[in-house]
C-alpha cells in the first residue's frame, strides 16, 4: 500500500506551498503506467488531509494516457501495459509518457 | 409542491430577501485562486535519494538497490556475494524488513558491517531511511553498499534510494512469469538476478520464456543466472559488482 505514503507526500508538498491558505481542491495528474491506483489515493487522502490545510478539500485526479514508442519501427503507440508489442511486430517499446505522478495545481480560498 | 415552503401551490415566489425571526449560520463566500504547482508528488524522496547519490559520488560508494518478493533468496545472495568478494574491497549492507534483527544477524556472520532497518508498517525503504542508516554505517571510500529492500515486488518501485542501480531477484521456484506480473519494478531494474537455478532440474521452470518475459519488459536489463547455495553464476555475478565498484572510483 504505497499510495499511503504518496499520499503522505502529496498532502506534506501542498502544504508547504500553500502557507495557512485553506485548499478546496487538487488537481493531480497520474499516469496510466505510474504504478499508482487513483482509487487507493482517494481512500488515503481524507485521513491524510485530516488537520491540515487540505482537510475537506477535493482530490481531482486526471489520468494520463500511456504512449510509447517501438524501437524497431519507431511507431507512436498507445500503451496499455508495459509488454505492449508494436503492430510491427516489435516487442521493445520506450514509453514516452504514463508515468507520471504530478501535483498540477491547487484551488485555495482567497478570504 | 413548493420547494421552499413546501406548500401544495406552484404557482406563487418568495422574497430571496424575506426577514426571519432567527439567525442562520452562514458560510462565508470565498474566492478561489488557482496555484500552479506543477510539482511532482515524490519530489521530497526524489531531493533526500539526489543527496544519497551526490554523497555516494563524493565517497565512490557503489550504491545497489537489491528488491525482490519476500523468500526470494536477497539474504542468501548477498552472504553468498560478500564471501566471493572475499575482501577485495571495503562494503558494507542496509538490511530493510518489516520487523526483526534476522537478516542483519545472518550479515553480520560474514563480518560485513550492517545497519537493520525495521520499517514497521511500512512497505518499502525510502531515501531517507537509507540516509539515516548511512550515517550509521560510515562506509569507507570506495564501497560497496549493498542494501537489502522489503520483500515487496510492488512499492519499491517507485521510491529512489539515491542507488546507482535497482537489482530485482527473481528465483526459479517463483515462476517465469513474475516479470509480466510485476512489470514495475522489472522496468525500474538495470539489474535482474535469477536465483536458485541449481533447483532447475526439478522445477518445471522454462528458462528460456524467463528470459523473453525479462526482455520484453526491459530490454536493457543485466541478467545472471545464480545459486547462492551452489555458487553456479556467482564469480560473473561478483565480477560485475567489482567492475561497478571499479567505475564508481574512477
Do not use: W
Not at chain 2, 164 to 180: C, F, N, Q
Request: aromatic share 4%.
Amino acid at each position: 500500500m504505497h499510495e499511503l505514503a504518496i499520499t503522505e507526500s502529496l498532502v506534506a508538498a501542498v502544504a508547504e506551498n500553500v502557507g495557512t491558505a485553506r485548499v478546496a481542491r487538487v488537481r493531480l495528474q497520474v499516469g496510466q503506467l505510474a504504478g499508482v491506483l487513483p482509487s487507493a489515493l482517494q481512500f488515503c487522502f481524507e485521513a491524510c488531509a485530516r488537520g491540515t490545510p487540505l482537510e475537506g478539500a477535493t482530490l481531482q485526479i486526471d489520468e494520463i494516457a500511456a504512449r510509447g514508442r517501438c524501437r524497431a519501427c519507431r511507431a507512436e503507440m498507445p500503451m496499455l501495459t508495459f509488454v505492449d508489442a508494436c503492430a510491427c511486430g516489435g516487442l521493445e517499446v520506450d514509453l514516452l509518457s504514463g508515468q507520471e505522478l504530478r501535483i498540477k495545481d491547487v484551488e485555495v480560498e482567497v478570504q | 409542491m413548493c420547494a421552499t415552503c413546501g406548500c401544495g401551490a406552484t404557482d406563487h415566489t418568495h422574497d430571496p430577501n424575506h426577514d426571519h425571526d432567527h439567525t442562520h449560520e452562514h458560510e462565508h463566500a470565498h474566492d478561489h485562486r488557482l496555484v500552479m504547482l506543477e510539482h511532482d508528488v515524490l519530489a521530497k524522496n526524489d531531493r533526500l535519494a539526489a543527496r544519497n547519490r551526490a554523497l555516494f559520488a563524493a565517497r565512490h560508494i557503489a550504491a545497489f538497490n537489491f528488491t525482490s518478493a519476500p523468500g526470494a533468496g536477497k539474504t542468501a545472495l548477498l552472504q553468498a556475494l560478500i564471501k566471493q568478494i572475499g575482501g577485495r574491497f571495503p562494503l558494507a549492507v542496509i538490511e530493510g524488513d518489516q520487523e526483526t534483527d534476522r537478516d542483519a544477524d545472518r550479515i553480520r556472520s560474514t563480518g560485513a558491517p550492517v545497519v537493520q532497518i525495521n520499517t514497521r508498517t511500512g512497505c518499502h525503504l525510502d531515501a531517507q531511511m537509507v540516509n539515516a542508516a548511512v550515517t550509521a554505517l560510515d562506509p569507507p571510500r570506495g564501497a560497496l553498499l549493498l542494501i537489502e529492500n522489503v520483500g515487496n515486488l510492488v512499492c519499491p518501485a517507485l521510491f529512489d534510494l539515491g542507488e546507482r542501480a535497482k537489482a530485482v531477484i527473481l528465483s526459479t521456484t517463483e515462476g517465469e512469469d513474475k516479470p509480466l506480473k510485476y512489470p514495475h519494478m522489472f522496468r525500474a531494474a538495470g539489474i535482474v538476478v535469477l536465483t536458485k537455478v541449481d533447483l532447475l532440474p526439478h522445477l518445471d521452470f522454462d528458462l528460456e520464456a524467463c528470459l523473453a518475459n525479462i526482455r520484453r519488459v526491459n530490454p536493457d536489463a543485466r541478467v545472471f543466472q545464480v545459486s547462492s547455495k551452489t555458487g553456479v553464476g556467482l564469480p560473473a555475478f561478483c565480477d560485475f559488482m567489482a567492475s561497478q565498484v571499479a567505475a564508481t572510483a574512477a
